[in-house]
């Protein structure tokens, strides 16, 4: 007993060495062939490597929607680069005059990935199934009913009028899926998603990649592109890599041809190199120092408006972000539609660093005293906050140039990191003092998610007037009228300052090797048309 | 003996009983609201509390308790609020990678570990032992995500000759094997060390080098194939431990495995995934130490359960 | 050493020793740790990055805040012996006052840990029917992996720097627990033991005089070793953003940061790693000489 001879144990962990090296899938051959094109510039294997995986490629199951998982969806509408909106599934669309009924007039010939036709009928079904199981159903807004008038056209009729509607309808959430795959899987699509975009799904590998092909049959190229039929390589892979070093390494040593989210301090070192070229976009949303209103402190203006002006964009933008970013001061950022010159331009005055004046309101608020460490103290208490910031390290680079701009006046951050989803949990609930968030979006409405009635999760700001400004702009259906209310709104907000609005992000994706790849200057998504390999 | 292995079984279900109740404890004292994380910030009440009593979490606790506890011995962990996939059947699907990594970590750990303790039992007291001692204390004390970093900048960038990351076959383990092989290897060698050390004092083995047995066969075959016995032992515990320890290295590395699946799970709170994964992780980690301690009351009968 | 020499330090394996010789127990283990080349190698770096740590404030040689964006990224030289960081701050000096957080929360996660498990460990050898179910909660302690379970409390407590010494206290404390039941089981067979519970002594002073002492030996080779095992957990918590927050200089932390600049200024996640290596290394070689000094039978 328990005298196993040394050569049997060798021998076994030897076998079991190589039953494992056995059972492990190997991709050599696979890569051979892709590398053996070498003059070819159609065909190949394009690997993007993305930060975060999508939890599904069902639109009507997430919450999250970018490059991975978009491609698939083809909207009704898109925007042009001028930030338009224009056709895109849809051939046409108009809006009745009362802004009630929005009817819609189908591409011809356009099909699903399965071959299905996309007709009234399949929007129909989709948009079923997107109203009552999808997380983002409010998109929809105060819908009524789909009409089906013919196979090609059809009317949505909302209760009132809806005026981010169009926007919305641009957006992949509100994209048509294959009615011949809701019907046999309704509950979740994950592995069989289908719906008309340039992309098909081949492969999903959880917690690794999603692989995909090109849909052979697609036509639906925008005007944007030169090539409206089907994009020329072989394949699509995403592979997720959260750690950013991981990431730039990949890509450095040309295993992968598109970089999404360039962290910003590799920004040079990319730039640098003459084989990468970099796509900059900026963010449809900017990066904001939130106060919780409700807390007493928040609740007077002189201390909001004092923080606003310790605040210095530059530095936070030249050395936490290395550059890639835009300071910006008013409530929307260039990308919304909406975004004033004029209001940004004020909030940029006002705004402006100023130390003596963001001590004389500090001081007015009765902080006129220092103690020994530097901070404001009022009734013996020193003006200390506490700041919640996610785990990304660019977030805490710029929570730390804060706590050093805000001790110049006197004012002491804590900073406390926070996992995402419990910010995301705990906001509401108004538990936190400050934090460092962000939003995005395509439509100006967005204020009425930071600031309206019951919605001002982040902020707590509630302000009469201005909700009843936002609310108007959400039912009023012209363009020229809606933008004048969301002026007006903008500079209430500057003047009362509820955040201070940092900068606007660039989105820096990085490619190589690759002919033709444009990426949207709205969506900042990738056109994926005239992509080729290049030799 | 057979009386010592149900005894062992029963506080063994004890165990995973208590295991059971404090992972599902824990996931429920989670701040937080999955309800929000899951629908968004913009979601309606009435979906809200649709989706809670969907997800059953409108009901009290000790009920949610019996229903993932029934579920659980049917082998059904839930399913992920964020994914919508079962978390079993997650956890199959990624088990593989995690699996690769430890036996290839534990193989390298065994045989440089083994190794040093041969040399240092031997010359024992001389330089080689201090040195191999050291090597291994150096081992157990460097952070393994250091030692991951720069494997990676060293070999990966520097020397291009691994893949920085990702899982694409054995090739793609080889650095993270070593990144947790390098721990083990320490652990092993201390105990091989003092193992040889104990057999080589003993009598028989005296006897043995008088008679004039060669040096090499007396160490291989004597004094190794006694003085590995409770090293497998340790080496049974390790593998527990790196099954479920991977979580930094398969990090660093982004493979897609357990322990990434546990961080990504708890960042983005997924209750279910992370309830059935430090379950499956617990329940990993019993079994393993069950088989290592049967076979070592197999082995040595002096064992008993007190 | 010598401040606790009285005849309830004796460990009962080594009574002879005390009969024969007039040195103190304590005495003799102090003369066979000074031999031993290992544990005072482990002392001296210690005391070295202990030192470095308490002296900080006086020592290091730049401000640990203080940003500077024209010195961003140098290089270690002169000025900067380690180098500098994103702001432009100087690494030596943030390696000198982390130390004072990662010593920090070693020494907290070894107190609580230890305070409670020499506390289960003594219940539960000295008062046999409470021992089963004490042992049965530490079997399910011990049925989680240590980091995991560390992660899955800061998930419920939160990221910070206390949750995180919390976290690694409790995934530490089964392993007292073990060695102190051992050992009070041990005790308790002696036969001095019976004879002072003979004479009616209470069980709270066979405990506080008899039990306690005797386990003493145990408990500090143990405390030393879960020492830099606690700073090494805590570091691999603060590398993964559940530990220490900035600009707290927290050695894991550090190497957390300076992994997003490790190909244009490796120094900054090098430096603090071997910081932690070279504490947890001395820790261990300490750890080990005592162990052999006290109990010279396992040499």
């Known amino acids: 007993m328990g005298k196993m001879k040394p050569f049997k144990i060798w021998s076994m962990l030897l076998v079991l060495l190589l039953v494992i090296s056995a059972c492990s899938p190997s991709e050599s051959s696979e890569t051979e062939t892709s590398d053996g094109q070498a003059e070819a510039s159609e065909g190949g294997t394009i690997v993007v490597t993305s930060v975060r995986e999508p939890d599904t490629v069902d639109v009507q199951r997430t919450t999250w929607v970018d490059d991975a998982n978009n491609h698939l969806y083809e909207p009704l509408l898109r925007f042009d680069f001028d930030g338009n909106i224009v056709p895109a599934l849809a051939e046409s669309y108009e809006v009745s005059t009362d802004g009630l009924v929005v009817s819609f007039t189908l591409k011809e010939g356009a099909t699903f990935h399965t071959g299905t036709p996309v007709t009234s009928d399949a929007v129909k079904i989709s948009f079923e199934r997107f109203i009552e199981s999808s997380p983002t159903s409010y998109m929809i807004g105060p819908l009524k009913e789909i009409k089906v008038i013919d196979d090609r056209t059809f009317e949505f009729h909302f209760s009132e009028p809806f005026a981010p509607f169009l926007s919305n309808a641009t957006v992949s959430y509100l994209a048509p899926l294959d009615p011949s795959v809701i019907g046999e899987y309704s509950e979740d699509l994950t592995d069989v998603a289908s719906s008309a975009g340039i992309l098909k799904v081949s492969e999903i590998k959880r917690g690794s990649s999603i692989t995909y092909v090109p849909y052979e049959n697609f036509n639906l190229g925008p005007a944007y592109s030169e090539n409206k039929g089907a994009a020329t390589f072989d394949e699509v892979v995403f592979r997720f890599i959260s750690d950013d070093d991981t990431r730039l390494l990949e890509f450095k040593r040309g295993n992968s041809q598109i970089m999404m989210s360039v962290p910003p301090n590799y920004i040079k070192e990319l730039e640098a190199d003459p084989n990468v070229t970099l796509e900059r976009t900026l963010a449809n949303g900017h990066v904001y120092l939130g106060f919780n209103n409700q807390k007493p402190i928040f609740q007077d203006k002189n201390i909001r408006q004092a923080i606003a002006l310790a605040v210095d964009r530059s530095t936070i933008v030249d050395f936490a972000l290395e550059g890639s970013a835009q300071p910006i001061y008013g409530p929307l950022p260039p990308t919304i539609p909406g975004y004033s010159q004029i209001v940004e331009d004020e909030a940029a005055a006002k705004y402006a660093r100023d130390l003596e004046e963001a001590k004389s309101l500090l001081a007015e608020s009765g902080y006129s005293e220092t103690n020994g460490d530097g901070f404001v103290v009022k009734d013996g208490k020193p003006l200390s906050i506490e700041l919640w910031v996610t785990q990304e390290p660019t977030m805490q680079r710029i929570a730390q140039v804060l706590q050093n701009q805000l001790k110049e006046v006197g004012i002491e951050i804590r900073i406390s990191v926070q996992e995402d989803a419990t910010i995301r949990a705990q906001s509401p609930e108004g538990v936190h003092e400050m934090l460092l968030w962000t939003y995005g979006w395509y439509d100006a409405d967005i204020l009425n998610s930071m600031f309206g009635r019951g919605l001002s999760t982040r902020v707590h700001y509630q302000n009469d007037e201005l909700i009843s400004i936002l609310e108007k702009a959400r039912v009023v259906v012209d363009t020229d009228e809606r933008m004048a209310l969301y002026e007006e709104a903008q500079r209430i907000i500057v003047e009362e300052a509820p955040w201070v609005p940092l900068f606007v992000r660039e989105n820096v994706l990085a490619h190589r090797d690759l002919e033709g790849l444009k990426i949207h200057p709205i969506t900042g998504t990738i056109i994926w048309s005239d992509v080729k390999l290049k030799k | ?306 | ?299």
């Open chain 3, 1 to 299: 050493m010598s401040g606790i020499i009285t005849s309830k330090n004796i460990d009962p394996s080594l009574i002879h020793l005390q009969k024969n010789n007039t040195k103190s127990y304590w005495q003799i283990v102090w003369g066979r740790l000074m031999k031993n080349k290992g544990a005072m190698a482990g002392s001296f770096i210690l005391i070295f990055f202990i030192g470095a740590a308490l002296l900080a404030p006086v020592l290091a040689p730049f401000p640990i805040d203080e940003m500077k964006m024209e010195n961003r990224f140098l290089p270690p030289s002169l000025d900067h012996l380690l180098g500098t960081d994103e702001f432009g701050r100087d690494i030596l000096s943030r390696i000198m006052h982390g130390g004072r957080i990662s010593l920090m929360m070693g020494l907290v996660a070894v107190s609580i840990a230890g305070i409670t498990g020499v506390v289960l460990g003594v219940i539960s050898g000295y008062y046999r029917r409470i021992d089963i179910y004490i042992m049965q909660m530490m079997d399910i302690l011990l049925a989680f992996p240590s980091l995991l379970l560390a992660i899955a409390i800061i998930a419920v407590l939160g990221v910070g720097l206390t949750n995180a010494m919390i976290a690694v206290a409790i995934s530490v404390i089964p392993s007292y627990v073990r060695v102190v039941r051992g050992a009070v089981l041990s005790i308790r067979e002696k036969e001095y033991i019976e004879a002072v519970q003979a004479l009616g002594v209470s069980d709270f002073k066979i405990i506080v005089k008899h039990i306690f002492p005797n386990v003493l030996s145990p408990v500090i080779v143990l405390s030393t070793l879960q020492f830099g095992t606690s700073i090494l957990a805590a570091a691999a918590l603060s590398f993964l953003g559940l530990g220490a927050q900035p600009p707290t200089p927290e050695w894991g932390a550090m190497a957390y940061v300076g992994k997003s600049f490790l190909l244009q200024a490796w120094w900054m996640s090098l430096f603090p790693g071997l910081a932690i290596m070279l504490v947890v290394l001395g820790f261990n070689l300490l750890g080990d000489g005592l162990r052999d000094a006290l109990d010279p039978r396992l040499k």
């Open chain 2, 1 to 306: 003996m057979s009386g010592y292995i149900v005894k062992r079984l029963f506080t063994t279900l004890l165990t995973l009983l208590g295991v059971s109740i404090i992972v599902f404890l824990m996931v429920h004292l989670i701040p937080g609201d999955p309800v929000t994380y899951i629908l968004g910030e913009f979601a309606t009440e009435e979906a809200v509390n649709k989706l809670k009593s969907e997800l059953g979490l409108d009901k009290n606790l000790l009920i949610q308790y019996f229903v993932f506890l029934l579920g659980v011995i049917q082998g059904d962990l839930g399913t992920s609020y964020i994914t919508g996939l079962s978390v079993i059947e997650e956890i199959i699907n990624r088990i593989p990678v995690t699996f690769q990594l430890a036996v290839f970590s534990l193989i390298i750990g065994s045989i440089v570990g083994i190794l040093l303790g041969i040399i240092a039992a031997v010359k024992q007291n001389t330089i080689f032992d201090q040195l191999a001692m050291l090597i291994s204390l150096v081992g157990i004390s460097a952070p393994g995500f250091w030692i991951a970093l720069f494997l990676i900048y060293l070999f990966s960038y520097l020397i291009p000759i691994f893949p920085i990351s990702g899982y694409d076959g054995i090739y793609s383990l080889i650095l993270p094997s070593i990144t947790l092989g390098l721990g083990t290897s320490g652990n092993i060698a201390r105990m091989t060390r003092s193992s040889m050390l104990e057999v080589i004092k003993q009598d028989y083995m005296r006897t043995a080098e008088a008679k004039g047995v060669n040096v090499f066969q007396l160490i291989f075959g004597h004094a190794l194939q006694n003085a590995l016995i409770p090293v497998i032992t340790l080496i049974g515990i390790q593998f527990g431990n790196l099954l479920a320890g991977a979580v930094v290295t398969e990090t660093v590395f982004a493979l897609p495995g357990i322990g990434s699946l546990a961080i990504d799970a708890i960042a983005t709170r997924d209750m279910p995934t992370v309830q059935g994964l430090v379950l499956f992780m617990a329940f990993m980690f019993i079994v393993v130490n069950l088989i290592v301690d049967i076979f070592y009351s197999v082995i040595d009968p002096r064992i008993k359960y007190e």
